[in-house]
């Protein structure tokens, strides 16, 4: 999973912009994950991560199918590879922390598929602008979640989300479309509204459904993390959609 380094979010998310941890935030995983409630988060938080880079894989790999050409097939290909690679990182910390990964990700699995399966692309753009926005929304809500997270946890999941470098090819084969055609434009930029709307419900479907997940979110483990932060986390993700549109030169 990653966030396009040409689409730098419109305000920094609390990981990046926290000056000084407390709580939770402040400790390692050996003490943090002496609660109960906060392991259980932090495992289900891995799980989803988890799934989400297995299902981006199987998603690229697929969508390279839909190359216009072999150079095409095989950036794809390498973005497949990185996912996969993200994946094989969470599962092992799974295994590290005595949680079974396939039991982790299970959870997840379903709400997952039927995103993938409710967007799946049609053509070749809309599988770019699909790993490139709707990628890039996912990154955005976990690196919020990052910043109340342990120190251990933490720099695993921003790790995880490190940029790859391929928003900038997203990007180029996109505008070069929409120069070419530009009523590309306007059906690329729909599809990109879907895509957020159908992230963002899927993310908050995901956590309703995990209470030791969603009592992180809203500030029972992870301090501070109240209603009104978790509305304002919301706009900022919103606002980072619509510099990424920007990018691509859709209208948002």
Excluded: C
């Excluded at 095989?74 to 094989?88: D, P, R």
């Excluded at 039927?114 to 602008?129: I, K």
């Excluded at 059906?187 to 895509?195: G, K, S, T, V």
């Amino acid at each position: 999973m990653e966030t396009p380094d040409n689409a730098t979010p419109a305000g920094e998310t609390a990981a990046e912009s926290a000056e000084e941890f407390t709580g939770i935030a402040a400790q390692d995983w050996a003490t943090a994950s002496a609660e109960p409630q906060y392991r259980a988060a932090v495992v289900d938080l891995l799980g989803a991560l988890a799934y989400g880079e297995l299902a981006a894989f199987e998603r690229l790999a697929e969508d390279a199918k839909l190359a216009p050409t072999l150079a095409d097939k095989a950036e794809l290909a390498k973005m497949a590879s990185a996912e996969f690679h993200h994946f094989e990182q969470l599962r092992d910390r799974l295994a590290a922390v005595d949680a079974e990964p396939t039991a982790a990700m299970e959870p997840f699995a379903k709400a997952l598929d039927d995103f993938h399966r409710q967007t799946a692309p049609s053509d070749w753009l809309e599988g770019l602008v699909k790993a490139y926005v709707g990628d890039s929304i996912a990154s955005d809500f976990y690196r919020e979640v990052a910043a109340r997270l342990d120190s251990d946890t933490r720099r695993l999941v921003l790790s995880v989300l490190d940029d790859t470098g391929h928003g900038n090819f997203a990007v180029e084969k996109v505008r070069a479309a929409i120069e070419a055609d530009p009523r590309v434009g306007g059906r690329l930029a729909l599809w990109a509204r879907r895509l957020m709307g159908e992230a963002l419900s899927q993310a908050q479907r995901v956590v309703a459904e995990r209470d030791a997940l969603s009592t992180m979110l809203v500030g029972g483990v992870a301090d501070g993390f109240d209603l009104a932060e978790v509305g304002r986390m919301f706009s900022r993700i919103t606002e980072a959609h619509t510099k990424r549109m920007a990018a691509l030169g859709l209208a948002a």
